[in-house]
């Protein structure tokens, strides 16, 4: 069983910067692909970030305003979001698999966090 917690999020005004933090904690010494998935109210849960090797990967509607990024302690990941705007509101989650078959597709994480609130204000 892998335990994932999320932190960070609140409240923002339009072109506030957040950060979120993960931290996923299952067998000693394993490795974890981590993710960010968002959800607004009458969405579905939608991709926002993962992170490989060779960097990060984003949704077209964050790309340049997100930043994903490895912590210093394993499977730790941070969510950088500068210039939010209004449609970032959402509860953002963060996803863990041992190995997602599709790391873009929610249904391909095992682990979630129990999400955590970002609201931006006009």
């Known amino acids: 069983q892998v335990h994932v917690e999320e932190s960070g999020g609140g409240l923002a005004q339009i072109g506030d910067s957040l950060r979120l933090s993960c931290v996923a904690s299952?067998?000693?010494?394993?490795?974890?692909?981590m993710a960010w998935f968002r959800q607004a109210p009458g969405n579905q849960r939608e991709f926002v970030a993962t992170?490989?090797?060779?960097?990060?990967r984003y949704a077209d509607s964050v790309k340049g305003r997100f930043t994903i990024s490895r912590g210093d302690a394993l499977n730790t990941v941070h969510l950088q979001m500068n210039n939010l705007k209004p449609e970032d509101t959402a509860v953002y989650y963060c996803?863990?698999?041992?190995?997602?078959?599709?790391?873009?597709?929610?249904?391909?994480?095992?682990?979630w966090g129990q999400g955590t609130q970002v609201t931006v204000s006009s």
């Open positions: 996803a863990v698999d041992e190995r997602p078959y599709d790391s873009y597709s929610a249904n391909s994480y095992d682990y």
């Open positions: 992170i490989r090797w060779g960097g990060g």
């Open positions: 299952g067998r000693a010494g394993s490795s974890y692909y």
